[in-house]
């Protein structure tokens, strides 16, 4: 028989991964927001509320999953929606650079 492989750190850094990530998401909304606001008002600011809502399901499901059993990273349907959405907001921001100029 062999003996258990020794535990490592690799859970621990996923999950704090994750923790960066919700953090650069909520920066990046609400850097967004105040750099938007001037062209569409406080309608900007939805965006970064909805950055925020994104970055605390990502904190919870991480931190869920990393008590859970400490060897499940967040997957799944909101990794892929983040991940879309954070896509479409580059596209935009870049559609928004091109149209509006420098």
Known sequence: ??????????AERT??????????LVAG???ASHLLQEF??????????????VA???AV??????LADGAVPPGG??????????????IAAVAFVVLHGP
């Open 40 to 53: 569409v008002g406080l309608a900007a600011w939805s965006l970064a509320a909805t950055a925020a809502v």
């Open 77 to 90: 349907r909101l990794v892929a929606a983040s991940a879309a959405g954070v896509l479409l907001l580059g």
């Open 61 to 66: 499901v991480s931190h869920g999953r990393h």
């Open 29 to 31: 909304g609400l850097a």
């Open 1 to 10: 028989m062999s003996a258990p492989p020794p535990p490592t750190l690799a």
């Open 15 to 24: 999950h704090l991964a994750w923790r960066r990530t919700a953090i650069g």
């Open 56 to 58: 605390v399901a990502l």
